[in-house]
């Protein structure tokens, strides 16, 4: 199963939350406004900081608030920012697969490359700003979605046929 982290999830609620207001929020006012409590906010905050996604300004009147406008802040950044390269497999994270035990002899490979390329554009084509509009600013983004399923649906033929070809090639 695909699944982010508790702590990029957090991330989206807070960026998101930071795209209501272009003045500084303090920790403490995100963690009352999103129910995050405040240590977390904080660590999170000091992460999306370091990556450039977040500025903060010290001083009585404070805070955190976006370095960019929130549509020109993708989720995938967010997940980056957070865990790392996205990656649905060990051989997607590194540009030969070395990461992998059995990528001389995989004939799947290329296949899970092109589900992670997928993956990672469909996560940067949705914004900060996407996520804190109505639901119906996504239907488009849906849209891409199930296109990109109907694509998935192809790779996972071509990935069955490719799984057969091995298993007939060694027995």
Known sequence: MLRISKLTDYAVVLATALSET????????LA???????PTVSKVLKTLTREGIVVSQRGKFG????ARPADA??????????EGP?????????ADGAACALHDDCGVRANWKKINRAVEA?????????????????????????????N????????TDALTEEVERYG
Not at 63 to 66: D, S, T
Not at 73 to 82: D, K, M, N, P, R
Not at 129 to 143: I, N, W, Y
Not at 152 to 159: H, P
């Open 73 to 82: 802040i993708s989720i995938a950044e967010l997940i980056v920012a957070i």
């Open 122 to 150: 469909a996560l940067e084509e949705i914004s900060i700003s996407d996520m804190s509009g109505p639901e119906e600013k996504l239907v488009p983004l849906l849209r891409s979605f199930r296109a990109a399923e109907e």
């Open 152 to 159: 998935r649906k192809v790779v996972n033929a071509d990935l």
């Open 22 to 29: 272009e003045s500084p929020r303090s920790v403490a006012q």
């Open 63 to 66: 805070g955190y608030r976006l």
């Open 86 to 94: 996205i990656s649905v497999t060990e051989c997607a994270e590194s």
């Open 32 to 38: 009352l406004g999103t129910g995050i409590p405040a």
